[in-house]
């Protein structure tokens, strides 16, 4: 009997290329090319099943054109590179990679806010170009981090690890709101109280941004929402670009209205919008709130696991919908 064909559509570990090997007649990018839409469905043909790292759509045009793929795996948690209802509707199969990556991303997000509040990013930029002469009472004074307000927007896994970092490594009054309230236990667990998004925008000093990224959140923070928050906070952004208005932060944060920003991810990465480049008072990585050796090679081989697990009859391990299948 043939194994099924699969693409994996960017390069990877070499050794998740060796797990999927006996079970996959496997097409790696190895050389990393960035495909147009256009590339990936023409390497997409006659393939059963895909290994994708977020970034490649797949859409109703991509499943019209490859009607053999059964099975799209993302080597991440989100997932909105994925249209669910054009791939339920076609019995294609989607799978994300929580749990993996949750202390990782949690310890990344603290650290973000950390560099934030304390403006690192702006230090360092002074002392690399030879600005440091002498000491100053309020040179780069920042904001408290302990005993501050930390405020989380999202509370899924990610965001109750960022809320017990702050309440029991801190000593922060932790808030939070989410579409659904945390159930007591978890409440007492992260120390973290639920008040309305209003609330949540007026009281953090320090706000994080931890949900999805729908229709519903895109831009759930804009000009209005900065203009609620203190002019002393910060923002930080793990979650996913889309949900800040890059435009109407930038203008904040040139303005003052915000503190300062934290951000590693974008609208329209790798694009990142001017204005945020052209102030000080914000942080920027490139979208590495996962990236650790051990956490980026566990979620590769869940997808390579959702692959085989899939193909062997047993089912996706972490599935995003539930499709009938492609026969």
């Known amino acids: 009997m043939s194994k099924p064909h699969i693409l994996v559509a960017r390069d990877i570990f070499p050794?998740?290329?060796?797990?999927?090997?006996?079970?996959?007649?496997?097409?790696?990018?190895?050389?990393?090319?960035?495909?147009?839409?256009?590339?990936?469905i023409e390497r997409l043909q006659g393939k059963d099943g895909a290994l994708l790292t977020g970034t490649q759509p797949i859409n109703a045009e991509l499943l019209a054109a490859c009607p053999r793929l059964r099975i799209a795996a993302n080597m991440t948690v989100g997932y909105n590179n994925f249209d669910v209802a054009a791939m339920t509707a076609a019995g294609v199969q989607g799978t994300n990679t929580p749990d993996v990556l949750t202390e990782t991303t949690a310890d990344?997000?603290?650290?973000?806010?950390?560099?934030?509040?304390?403006?690192?990013?702006?230090?360092e930029h002074y002392l690399r170009a030879g600005l440091w002469k002498s000491w100053r009472y309020d040179m780069f004074a920042g904001s408290e981090v302990h005993g501050s307000t930390l405020g989380i927007l999202g509370m899924g896994r990610i965001g109750q690890g960022i809320a017990r970092r702050g309440a029991h490594g801190f000593g922060m009054n932790v808030i939070y709101h989410n579409r659904s309230?945390?159930?007591?236990?978890?409440?007492?667990?992260?120390?973290a109280r639920y008040?309305?998004?209003d609330e949540l925008l007026a009281q953090a000093d320090h706000l994080v941004l931890v949900l999805p990224y729908t229709r519903e959140s895109h831009h759930a923070i804009g000009a209005a929402e900065l203009a609620r928050m203190k002019p002393t906070a910060t923002l930080v952004n793990i979650a996913r670009g889309g949900i800040v208005d890059d435009a109407a932060l930038a203008a904040a944060l040139k303005d003052g209205r915000i503190a300062a920003a934290g951000l590693d991810v974008f609208e329209g990465e790798p694009g990142v919008h001017p204005g945020l480049l052209a102030v000080p008072n914000v942080v920027l990585t490139p979208h590495i709130a996962s990236a650790t050796v051990p956490t980026r090679l566990a979620m590769a081989r869940l997808a390579a696991d959702n692959l085989i697990a899939f193909f062997d009859g047993r089912g996706a391990l972490t599935p995003v919908n539930q499709p009938v299948h492609r026969s």
């Not at 309230?181 to 007492?188: D, T, V």
Request: charged fraction near 25%.
């Open 15 to 40: 050794e998740v290329i060796e797990q999927l090997a006996p079970h996959f007649e496997v097409h790696a990018n190895q050389d990393d090319t960035l495909w147009s839409q256009a590339e990936l």
């Open 108 to 123: 990344f997000g603290f650290a973000l806010l950390m560099a934030t509040a304390r403006r690192m990013a702006e230090a």
């Open 181 to 191: 309230r945390l159930s007591p236990a978890l409440e007492a667990e992260c120390q």
């Open 195 to 197: 008040v309305s998004k």
